[in-house]
């Protein structure tokens, strides 16, 4: 029963380097979605998918991309790696039913990043 | 465009006292209303939701309803305990896509 599973729960990197952070769902959602989780701001959406194949910008998306290849999986990468990116990545999926955010969301348990 | 306002935090509250934790949005239409709980080191996770005005969600013993005349969501639970320390959230689901918000969430720490 593991639902969300983020990799890697935690890393460090320098500024400049480039990494890719890895959500699967086994809940077969057709909806994913990408927030970072930073003190006194609450959670906001750099990307969503609302199928495989597809992907789309949230609020917050500049320097990160994003793909939907398979439908469990949704990566998220940071080409050249800037300190104002140290956060707390959740991915997180729904059902596709109804519109975007609609439904309950089910998150992991999250990717703590600490850019140098 | 869409909006949400929680009472800030932190809230500090004695074992069996009474909790209230305020929540107003904006949206266009009528979205379903969520609250969701972070445990520490975890991720967020659904704690109670309504989907149309006059809606309770309850779980747990919390309770929240669709007020779309105030357009409010307060979260409520009569006698709260140290497990309930944790942060909590709240959301406005929302039709237009990529205009997902969240509060900014509201720490609660229970005392025995």
């Known amino acids: 029963n593991a639902g969300v599973t983020q990799t890697p729960k935690f890393r460090v990197l320098k500024t400049g380097q480039s990494m890719t952070l890895l959500c699967a769902q086994d809940?077969?959602?057709?909806?994913m979605y990408w927030y970072r989780q930073d003190p006194g701001m609450g959670l906001r959406l750099i990307h969503y998918?609302?199928?495989?194949?597809?992907?789309a910008k949230g609020e917050v998306p500049d320097g990160y991309n994003v793909s939907r290849l398979k439908k469990q999986n949704f990566l998220l990468g940071l080409e050249s790696a800037a300190p104002s990116q140290t956060s707390v990545y959740f991915c997180?999926?729904?059902?596709?039913?109804?519109?975007?955010?609609?439904?309950?969301?089910?998150f992991g348990d999250g990717t703590r990043l600490s850019i140098l | 465009g869409n909006s949400v306002t929680q009472m800030e935090g932190p809230v500090t509250l004695s074992e069996e006292a009474f909790l209230t934790i305020n929540c107003t949005y904006t949206?266009?239409?009528?979205?379903?209303l969520f609250w969701y709980v972070q445990y520490p080191g975890e991720g967020l996770q659904l704690l109670l939701k309504?989907?149309?005005?006059?809606d309770k969600g309850s779980n747990k013993g919390f309770e929240a309803t669709y007020r779309k005349e105030t357009t409010s969501f307060h979260l409520e639970k009569g006698s709260v305990q140290v497990s309930d320390s944790a942060v909590y959230f709240c959301?406005?689901?929302?039709?237009?896509?990529?205009?997902?918000?969240f509060g900014k969430g509201t720490k609660l720490s229970v005392k025995p």
């Open positions: 809940m077969n959602h057709e909806y």
């Open positions: 959301a406005p689901g929302e039709g237009s896509q990529g205009n997902l918000i």
């Open positions: 997180a999926s729904s059902t596709g039913t109804g519109s975007l955010g609609n439904q309950p969301q089910h």
């Open positions: 998918s609302v199928g495989e194949g597809t992907t």
């Open positions: 949206a266009t239409g009528y979205p379903s």
């Open positions: 309504a989907t149309k005005a006059d």
